[in-house]
């Protein structure tokens, strides 16, 4: 478990894809401190099992399934990454629970400038948006921020100063794509309650009338 709070950005060193896996090297500094082989680090919000260290470097093993749901297979060398050591008990939340299990990967349409900040359209499909809601939170890229807006095929979030010169999002341009991770919490609600799912159609929506109807609220 994570909490969205980026600790540094990594450089990947190589990257090695092979017909149905990958094996993927990087250099970090704060995060390889106490991890040992067999650790979590989620890299740009995905969680990954370290399987080699090498003074700074250390290498995780990539499945077909991250491969084809995040966009790891887009990294070269060179390229800088989020990185997050798995959360302690005794960690301050500062984000919100992140798994780093991506739920999908979404592409980034339009930057903003607003203020100090830099408000970010994301596009994204149904399926992940059915899961936001606005102060609601999301992870982009391992990174935890707060949803301004949800859209018919896009969201909006908005980055403050430190955000952007700290993590990959500000080396990030129009067309490029991100791993979404919608909020844990939101997504177990809906599933207790069956929304969103083929039993659900016809059933009345996620409402805060539906809420305090059924003493939620």
């Known amino acids: ?26 250099e970090g500094k704060k995060v390889l401190e106490g991890t040992q082989i067999g650790d979590s680090i989620a890299i740009n919000g995905v969680c990954l099992t370290v399987v080699r260290l090498n003074g700074r470097e250390f290498t995780v093993d990539v499945m077909a399934e991250t491969l084809s749901k995040t966009n790891l297979a887009e990294l070269k060398s060179g390229s800088r990454v989020n990185l997050e050591r798995a959360l302690q008990l005794q960690t301050r939340l500062g984000g919100h629970l992140v798994s780093g299990h991506v739920d999908g990967v979404g592409k980034i349409r339009r930057i903003t400038p607003w203020g100090i900040a830099q408000v970010y359209e994301i596009n994204a499909a149904p399926a992940l948006l059915h899961y936001m809601l606005p102060k609601g939170s999301i992870s982009i890229d391992g990174i935890s921020l707060t949803v301004i807006d949800v859209e018919a095929d896009y969201f909006t979030v908005s980055l403050i100063p430190h955000t952007f010169e700290q993590t990959t999002l500000g080396l990030k341009g129009i067309e490029t794509s991100v791993n979404l991770e919608t909020d844990l919490i939101g997504k177990y609600v809906a599933r207790f309650m069956g929304l969103g799912t083929e039993q659900s159609k016809g059933k009345q929506d996620l409402s805060l009338g539906f809420l305090a109807e059924h003493g939620f609220i």
């Open 1 to 26: 478990m994570f909490t969205g709070i980026v600790e540094e950005l990594g450089i990947v060193r190589d990257l090695r894809l092979l017909p149905e896996s990958g094996l993927l090297t990087l």
